[in-house]
């Protein structure tokens, strides 16, 4: 491995620890933006090739040289007689492991993201598209999220409507969209790229995951700067709604539980003036200068490259094939070296000199190295960039002799930044439960005083108490109305009832009287009648008296 791929893998690693330590106070300071920003600064130095020979190392190739990394990378002048001897090839199986690590990195990752692709459109409803975004709805997502970079989608659940309100879901989709219009998907990938190049690094992996969180963060801020700082109740409520579901590689879910504290918390500071802004971008231009010329390889680096070049062109990773047969080759060559050895002197002993002139020739490529403590005539040092700190602010000196001055914030402008909390127990007037002011005072520092009435709140839970007791009695009166209204239907019904029973009554006695009457009077027309035969007429009466009978037996 060269010098320069060392250094830039230390540097890069460096570096993605400065930006940790940093991107708190710069998002509490100058906005979640420019934290955002400061990751620009890791791959910019994996981008940065060595700088020219003219010109002085960086203090970090000074600590690379000092720490004796240039000795063991370079080429070992092994001795003629020992390069028959079997060795274990170190440099090929250690370039082979991580460059098998990096593929096997960037397949998982490719192989996941067109499962979970091919699990979202999977029963998916399109419900609208926004120039090349489209927006559709998926059983199979938790929460609003994006995906894709040549054909971008923006995926809601299926009870998105149900579960947020109006407002919520305006804000979910503009915070999907700001991911597609800011391109951070495709940042994301190549941030994949970078962790590929660092799979085996555990600082990669932890700055990767902090990455992904200042970028929801900077979202946001974005969200909220479009909506206004009012709406944050609202869109908190969207973020703890969507709170859930996994990441993937080149989907931005709304929202990561293990970052949502943070974000909650982003969205309760103040917001970011013009001229804090400005000097966010400053800091991040200064801080991207200042770390690319302290990580940058020297002059050094780049006579080094040339002659470790080689030693990576000459790596024969058939070697590694040879480890599983090399044990049971090694007893042949010992056996027929011993006879060997003697034949040889015995024909001629200028033969022994005649072989060795073959393995010098491998020396043609060592020349370069000594390019590496070749001297190099005089020149004028002129640095690509020098950084002058002095009292309240830093000089940049380029090599095309642009200056650019960078005022440092004072402690009282760090004062003014920040504004000053007033909050305590208390009653203004009018007494509002909660009131809430600001102003600015002479040196422009912001006081925002907020005054929390416990009468007011007492009052207030007082006036919900009666207003809920006099709903209670409204209730209470209203039921008991209303059973008073079904027990006088009830009566009523049943007096009809009884009167209906009594009218049935009466109907059904004038019926059996008017039976007993006719019966008594085809008995009377019978008895008269002398033309029917006495039998007969003996045999009728009897019948018509036994109904009649009958009929006053049944007389109710």
């Not at 007689?81 to 998982?108: D, N, T």
């Not at 995926?155 to 969209?177: K, N, S, T, W």
């Not at 929202?255 to 982003?266: C, P």
């Not at 009052?459 to 209203?478: H, I, K, L, T």
Request: hydrophobic share 50%.
């Amino acid at each position: 491995m060269s010098v320069w791929i060392a250094e830039t893998l230390i540097a890069t690693t460096l570096l993605m620890a400065l930006v940790m330590m940093l991107r708190r106070p710069v998002a509490r300071w100058l906005g979640a933006g420019a934290a955002y920003m400061l990751w620009a600064l890791p791959l910019a130095r994996m981008l940065m090739p060595a700088l020219p020979e003219e010109l002085d190392p960086s203090p970090l190739h000074q600590a690379v040289d000092q720490a004796g990394l240039a000795d063991l990378l370079a080429m070992p002048a092994a001795a003629p007689m020992e390069a028959a001897a079997p060795s274990m090839p170190w440099l090929e199986i250690g370039i082979a492991v991580w460059f098998i690590g990096m593929v096997a990195f960037l397949i998982v990752q490719a192989v996941g993201y067109v499962r979970f692709r091919r699990h979202m459109l999977r029963g998916m409803t399109p419900i609208g598209e926004e120039g090349r975004i489209r927006i559709i709805t998926s059983p199979q997502a938790s929460g609003p999220l994006a995906f894709g970079i040549f054909r971008p989608f923006i995926v809601l659940p299926a009870d998105f409507a149900l579960r947020y309100d109006a407002q919520e879901q305006d804000m979910a989709i503009a915070h999907e969209r700001a991911h597609h219009e800011r391109g951070d998907l495709t940042a994301n990938m190549i941030a994949l790229l970078l962790l590929a190049v660092h799979w085996c690094n555990p600082v990669a992996w932890i700055a990767y995951r902090a990455y992904r969180a200042d970028q929801e963060t900077a979202c946001d801020a974005r969200v909220l700067s479009l909506y206004g700082r009012d709406q944050a109740h609202a869109y908190g409520r969207a973020i703890l709604k969507a709170a859930g579901g996994r990441q993937f590689a080149a989907a931005c879910h709304l929202t990561r539980i293990n970052a949502l504290k943070g974000r909650l918390k982003m969205l309760s500071n103040h917001d970011m003036s013009l001229r804090r802004i400005s000097w966010g971008m400053a800091a991040v231009a200064l801080v991207t200068a200042t770390g690319l010329a302290l990580t940058a390889s020297g002059s050094r680096a780049a006579q080094q490259m040339a002659a470790i070049t080689d030693k990576m062109e000459g790596a024969d990773f058939a070697r590694l094939t040879d480890l599983v047969a090399q044990p049971a080759q090694a007893s042949i060559p010992a056996i027929a070296a011993v006879p060997a050895v003697p034949a040889v002197p015995a024909a001629d002993p200028v033969a022994d000199v005649a072989p060795p002139p073959a393995p010098p020739t491998p020396l043609a490529s060592v020349p370069p190295a000594a390019d590496i403590i070749a001297p190099v005539p005089p020149v004028p040092p002129m640095p690509p960039v020098t950084v002058r700190s002095e009292k309240g602010r830093i000089t940049v000196t380029h090599a095309d002799g642009r200056v650019e001055t960078h005022r440092i914030p004072t402690e009282a402008d760090i004062a003014r930044m920040v504004p000053v909390v007033d909050v305590r127990e208390g009653c203004d007037a009018g007494k509002q439960s909660t009131t809430r002011s600001e102003t600015v005072d002479a040196n422009g520092r912001r006081h925002i005083r907020v005054r929390i009435c416990k009468a007011g709140i007492e009052r207030a839970a007082e006036r919900a108490g009666q207003q809920a007791e006099r709903a209670a009695r409204q209730a209470e009166w209203q039921a008991e109305i209303a059973a008073q209204r079904a027990e006088r239907q009830a009566d009523r019904a049943a007096r009809q009832a009884d009167m209906d029973a009594a009218r049935a009554d009466r109907i059904a006695r004038t019926a059996h009287v008017a039976a007993i009457n006719g019966l008594r009077s085809a008995r009377a027309q019978i008895a008269a009648n002398g033309s029917m035969p006495a039998e007969a007429r003996a045999e009728a009466l009897r019948e018509i008296d036994q109904s009649i009978a009958e009929l006053r037996s049944e007389q109710p």
